[in-house]
């Protein structure tokens, strides 16, 4: 038994409130990043883990949207998603834990990070909602002209 789920389309504030977000959150960090006097090593980790993190963040909230919608995930994939998703945090909270910055300079990471995480959730949900009330709209229009 197949599954329907009714979505709405986002408004267009929204849309554009999760892409501020996200430019703000990664732009924020990865001028840190440049401007920051750590090593050039140091500096590729942390870009390494918010390329993780924001792949492992949209993989996550696709695999358990399509889950959601009755669309078939393996438990290996699901579990390889969270995995990723939940060291990448943690990788991030011992590095920052670990770094030789000021309290300030860490927390910026950190809500920088936590900012472009979030955001590029929204984002996947907001792209994934407007293309299901597309096809929703689809569905419905061909219905009611084959009603007619």
């Given at each position: 038994?197949?599954?329907?789920?009714?979505?709405?389309?986002?408004?267009?504030?929204?849309?554009?409130?999760?892409?501020?977000?996200?430019?703000?959150?990664?732009?924020?960090?990865?001028?840190?990043l440049?401007?920051?006097?750590?090593?050039?090593n140091?500096?590729?980790?942390?870009?390494?883990?918010l390329?993780?993190?924001?792949?492992?963040a949209?993989?996550?909230?696709?695999?358990?949207?399509?889950?959601?919608?009755?669309?078939?995930?393996?438990?290996?994939?699901?579990?390889?998603?969270?995995?990723?998703?939940?060291?990448?945090?943690?990788?991030?909270?011992?590095?920052?834990?670990?770094?030789?910055?000021?309290l300030?300079?860490?927390?910026?990471?950190?809500?920088?990070?936590?900012?472009?995480?979030?955001?590029?959730?929204?984002?996947?949900?907001?792209i994934?909602?407007?293309?299901?009330?597309?096809?929703?709209?689809?569905?419905?229009?061909?219905?009611?002209?084959?009603?007619?």
């Open positions: 038994m197949e599954q329907h789920h009714q979505y709405h389309q986002p408004t267009s504030a929204f849309i554009m409130a999760s892409w501020g977000a996200f430019v703000i959150g990664s732009s924020a960090y990865l001028f840190g440049w401007k920051s006097t750590m090593e050039l140091e500096k590729g980790y942390y870009f390494s883990l390329l993780l993190g924001l792949f492992a949209i993989s996550l909230q696709k695999t358990i949207r399509d889950k959601q919608e009755g669309i078939n995930v393996t438990s290996m994939y699901m579990m390889s998603c969270r995995v990723a998703l939940i060291s990448a945090l943690v990788l991030m909270a011992i590095g920052l834990r670990n770094a030789e910055l000021l300030s300079e860490k927390g910026f990471f950190a809500m920088a990070y936590t900012l472009s995480l979030f955001s590029v959730v929204t984002i996947q949900k907001n994934r909602d407007v293309a299901a009330s597309t096809s929703d709209e689809g569905v419905s229009e061909v219905k009611d002209e084959l009603v007619e």
